[in-house]
């Protein structure tokens, strides 16, 4: 009997890639990681012919096959982790808390990452009026996070698909300008613990690595001391 092999495509510094990566070993799921091309000058051109395929329209990574399911989004390839490898569960137990924490996920993806997005193309600039701004966004975004720790250690209660998400946003916030103060003691050591977990090491070192070797900016926190 062929035993099927989950397929993970994802590249070198695709956040949302990165997010499927963690969850899937923080499960222990046997999986294989295909990572699309890419390069300096073209970016993921030539597109890989399976993520074209199955995310034809916005052709990024990162998609999974898996048998006879197919799936783009980094959130909806969780959903399906979830449901297929519910131990270690990567959502809190209760259903009002599993809200909760979807919602700190979505929030981390489509409220604090466009101020980042915003931030790309602007380092020569970082007291223009929109870096500003979109500096000051993550700031209150990260006062928020920062009264949640208040009373966990973790974003939504228990360590979940949110922390991940959230994480992988704000090495990229780091990278491009919006840091982390010591107005957020609680926030910052979230981001160690973070740092410290087997599974977020494995995915992020890599990156940090192959962001070295293009000269591009790495993460001040992840640098080496």
Same mark, same amino acid.
């Given at each position: 009997?062929?035993?099927?092999?989950?397929?993970?495509?994802?590249?070198?510094?695709? *956040?949302?890639?990165?997010?499927?990566?963690? !969850?899937?070993?923080? =499960?222990?799921? $046997?999986?294989?990681? +295909? *990572?699309?091309?890419?390069?300096?000058?073209? !970016?993921?051109?030539? =597109?890989?012919? $399976?993520?074209?395929? +199955?995310?034809?329209?916005?052709?990024?990574?990162?998609?999974?096959?898996?048998?006879?399911?197919?799936?783009?989004?980094?959130?909806?390839?969780?959903?399906?982790?979830?449901?297929?490898?519910?131990?270690?569960?990567?959502?809190?137990?209760?259903?009002?808390?599993?809200?909760?924490?979807?919602?700190?996920?979505?929030?981390?993806?489509?409220?604090?990452?466009?101020n980042v997005i915003k931030l790309f193309g602007l380092q020569h600039d970082m007291q223009s009026a929109p870096a500003v701004a979109a500096c000051a966004g993550c700031a209150r975004f990260y006062e928020e996070m920062e009264g949640l720790l208040a009373t966990r250690d973790y974003l939504a209660g228990p360590y979940s698909f949110a922390d991940i998400a959230f994480y992988m946003a704000c090495i990229f916030a780091d990278r491009k300008g919006a840091r982390m103060t010591q107005a957020t003691p609680r926030l910052l050591a979230w981001r160690s613990r973070m740092g410290e977990r087997p599974a977020v090491r494995a995915v992020v070192e890599p990156m940090m690595r192959f962001l070295a070797s293009e000269g591009r900016d790495v993460a001040s926190f992840l640098m080496p001391r």
């Open positions: 009997m062929t035993t099927t092999i989950t397929k993970i495509y994802s590249g070198p510094l695709s *956040m949302f890639g990165a997010k499927v990566q963690i !969850a899937a070993l923080e =499960k222990g799921i $046997d999986f294989e990681q +295909i *990572m699309v091309p890419f390069t300096k000058g073209d !970016a993921y051109e030539p =597109k890989h012919p $399976d993520v074209l395929r +199955i995310n034809p329209v916005k052709q990024q990574v990162p998609v999974l096959i898996d048998g006879d399911v197919e799936l783009f989004d980094s959130t909806q390839i969780f959903e399906y982790l979830e449901d297929r490898y519910p131990t270690p569960a990567l959502w809190p137990q209760g259903i009002a808390e599993r809200a909760r924490a979807r919602q700190l996920e979505q929030k981390s993806d489509e409220v604090f990452f466009p």
